[in-house]
C-alpha cells in the first residue's frame, strides 16, 4: 500500500506564479518529513524538511506546509522559475530510529518562461 | 559537500547474469540505502545498512543482496539478472545521528536487462 502519495503526476506553472505541491500520507507514526528535486540524469536533492512539531518551515522560495490532522503535506515555490522544472518527491520518516524514508511517486513540475 | 558516488551510471546486462552495483560514499556516514526508481511507482527502497557488515530488508529485496563490508562503500549485487530489474538505481547514505533524517543520493545507475 502506497503509504505516501503524491496524486498530481504532473503540475504546469506560469513564471513568477506560485506553485504548489501536495501530498497525502496514511502512516500517523511518520514525524518528519521532506522535499526531494530530481533532474533527469540526476539523483534527488534535498531541498527542505519540516517535522511533525511544526506546521510550517520556510527556506527562501520555498516553504513546507503540514498539516497533521489532515495528514497532508504541500510545497510552495513563490516565485517560480524555469530551472524549478523538475520532479518533486515527498518522504517520510517513520519513527523506527534507522531514519528510513518512504517517497511518494512524484510530481513533475514544468515552469514555462 | 558530501558526494555519493556509482560505479556506473549506464548497464546493459543480459538475463541470468550476475551484476554487482557499487556505491561510494565520502562523508563517513552510518547509514547507506540502495533504491529503484520507476515511472509511477517513486522510489523504493530495495535494502539498507545502518553499520559496517550489518543489512536490512527494505520494502523489494526479492531477487537482490548487498554487502556492506567497509564503511564508505555498499553493493548491490543482482544474483541473476531478470528484464523486471530494468530500472533506475539510487544509493544514498546519511549521517545515522537520532533526528539526522536528510539522506545524501549519488546520480543513479540506469540499468537495462536484455
Known amino acids: 500500500d502506497q503509504q505516501v502519495k503524491q496524486n498530481s503526476p504532473s503540475l504546469s506553472v506560469q513564471e513568477g506564479r506560485i506553485s504548489i505541491l501536495n501530498c497525502d500520507y496514511t502512516?500517523?507514526?511518520?514525524?518528519?518529513f521532506l522535499w526531494y528535486k530530481k533532474y533527469p540524469a540526476e539523483g534527488p536533492t534535498f531541498l527542505i524538511s519540516?517535522?511533525?512539531?511544526?506546521d510550517k518551515n520556510e527556506d527562501g522560495r520555498f516553504t513546507v506546509f503540514l498539516n497533521k490532522s489532515a495528514k497532508h503535506l504541500s510545497l510552495h515555490i513563490v516565485p517560480s522559475q524555469p530551472g524549478d522544472s523538475a520532479v518533486y518527491f515527498c518522504?517520510?520518516?517513520?519513527?523506527?530510529?534507522?531514519?528510513?524514508?518512504?517517497f511518494g511517486t512524484g510530481t513533475r513540475l514544468l515552469v514555462s518562461p | 559537500d558530501v558526494k555519493v558516488t556509482q560505479s556506473s551510471r549506464y548497464l546493459v546486462k543480459r538475463t541470468g547474469e550476475k551484476v554487482f552495483l557499487e556505491c561510494v560514499q565520502d562523508?563517513?556516514?552510518?547509514?547507506m540505502f540502495w533504491y529503484r526508481q520507476d515511472p509511477g511507482l517513486g522510489l523504493r527502497l530495495i535494502y539498507f545498512?545502518?553499520?559496517?557488515?550489518?543489512?536490512e530488508k527494505g520494502d523489494i529485496p526479492e531477487g537482490y543482496s548487498v554487502s556492506r563490508e567497509k564503511k564508505e562503500r555498499f553493493s548491490l549485487i543482482l544474483e541473476s539478472a531478470s528484464t523486471n530489474q530494468t530500472s533506475m538505481y539510487l544509493c544514498?547514505?546519511?549521517?545515522?545521528?537520532?533526528?539526522?533524517?536528510?539522506?545524501?543520493f549519488g546520480p543513479g545507475t540506469r540499468l537495462t536487462v536484455t
Open positions: 544514498a547514505s546519511s549521517l545515522g545521528d537520532m533526528g539526522s533524517y536528510e539522506q545524501y
Open positions: 502512516n500517523s507514526m511518520f514525524d518528519y
Open positions: 519540516i517535522s511533525s512539531i511544526k
Open positions: 518522504a517520510a520518516s517513520p519513527n523506527t530510529g534507522f531514519q528510513k524514508l518512504v
Open positions: 562523508m563517513d556516514h552510518e547509514n
Open positions: 545498512s545502518y553499520d559496517v557488515k550489518m543489512k
